[in-house]
């Protein structure tokens, strides 16, 4: 639903920005309720201005943080939403929020553990399986990448082909038995279960069938392009259904 104003790509926040925020998302962990509540009201309500993205860092009920480096990121709903899937395949295509939803959708219970060490056990994702629109794309032979973008204008991942492949890939539009909302990256999010939390790409709006990996927007400032999560666990085992 957007406001009426025109829809501007994000602008990436710098390097001081992004870790005081950090702190500050640290220190309401750390807080009272009533204080996380009040800088939570205070940097909420002023969401749409704030011209350094701090409202996408602040402490969140349930567990999760929301991390953003862009300045603004607009708001997409089932008329305005569009995925595109192009790139090496033979039949590329673009999804309304509506078609995703019509396609068959795959539940997984997974933990959620993020880079930064702060996890959410047991979290619900639902969507469609990534492997069923590489398949209806009809990927060719010389494939061995994905690259995926999003609509913020700043962030963007890569998967190898055998990666996204997996059954426990999804297209995500619901988390925790909800619609995505957009501060969780919906309508629509890259969910990589078996991956450090960054790799599940929020606000995605393109899928780009490659030949090699690229690295995406957190792997170009040092974080690791592939990144299971601990494989002495059994989380990185591929499910079977």
């Given at each position: 639903?957007?406001?009426?104003?025109?829809?501007?790509?994000?602008?990436?926040?710098?390097?001081?920005?992004?870790?005081?925020?950090?702190?500050?998302?640290?220190?309401?962990?750390?807080?009272?309720?009533?204080?996380?509540?009040?800088?939570?009201?205070?940097?909420?309500?002023?969401?749409?201005?704030?011209?350094?993205?701090?409202?996408?860092?602040?402490?969140?009920?349930?567990?999760?943080?929301?991390?953003?480096?862009?300045?603004?990121?607009?708001?997409?709903?089932?008329?305005?939403?569009?995925?595109?899937?192009?790139?090496?395949?033979?039949?590329?295509?673009?999804?309304?929020?509506?078609?995703?939803?019509?396609?068959?959708?795959?539940?997984?219970?997974?933990?959620?553990?993020?880079?930064?060490?702060?996890?959410?056990?047991?979290?619900?994702?639902?969507?469609?399986?990534?492997?069923?629109?590489?398949?209806?794309?009809?990927?060719?032979?010389?494939?061995?990448?994905?690259?995926?973008?999003?609509?913020?204008?700043?962030?963007?991942?890569?998967?190898?082909?055998?990666?996204?492949?997996?059954?426990?890939?999804?297209?995500?539009?619901?988390?925790?038995?909800?619609?995505?909302?957009?501060?969780?990256?919906?309508?629509?999010?890259?969910?990589?279960?078996?991956?450090?939390?960054?790799?599940?790409?929020?606000?995605?709006?393109?899928?780009?069938?490659?030949?090699?990996?690229e690295p995406g927007y957190w792997e170009e400032r040092g974080y690791d392009i592939d990144a299971w999560v601990g494989r002495s666990n059994g989380r990185d085992d591929e499910p079977t259904s």
């Amino acid at each position: 639903m957007n406001s009426g104003q025109p829809e501007q790509e994000g602008r990436p926040i710098g390097r001081r920005v992004l870790l005081g925020t950090l702190g500050l998302g640290a220190l309401g962990v750390v807080a009272a309720p009533t204080l996380q509540r009040g800088l939570e009201s205070f940097l909420g309500s002023a969401a749409d201005k704030d011209p350094t993205g701090l409202t996408g860092l602040l402490p969140n009920g349930g567990g999760f943080r929301y991390y953003s480096v862009a300045a603004s990121v607009p708001h997409k709903n089932a008329t305005t939403y569009r995925l595109t899937v192009d790139g090496l395949v033979d039949r590329p295509r673009t999804y309304t929020l509506p078609e995703l939803r019509a396609l068959p959708q795959t539940r997984l219970v997974r933990d959620v553990q993020c880079v930064t060490g702060w996890r959410v056990p047991d979290t619900p994702f639902e969507g469609v399986r990534l492997s069923r629109l590489l398949d209806a794309a009809g990927v060719r032979p010389t494939a061995k990448a994905i690259r995926f973008t999003c609509f913020d204008g700043t962030y963007s991942e890569s998967l190898t082909l055998d990666q996204a492949r997996r059954a426990d890939v999804l297209v995500a539009l619901r988390m925790r038995d909800e619609d995505l909302s957009h501060a969780h990256g919906g309508p629509v999010r890259l969910y990589v279960a078996p991956m450090y939390f960054y790799k599940s790409a929020k606000w995605l709006s393109g899928i780009t069938v490659t030949e090699d990996v690229e690295p995406g927007y957190w792997e170009e400032r040092g974080y690791d392009i592939d990144a299971w999560v601990g494989r002495s666990n059994g989380r990185d085992d591929e499910p079977t259904s």
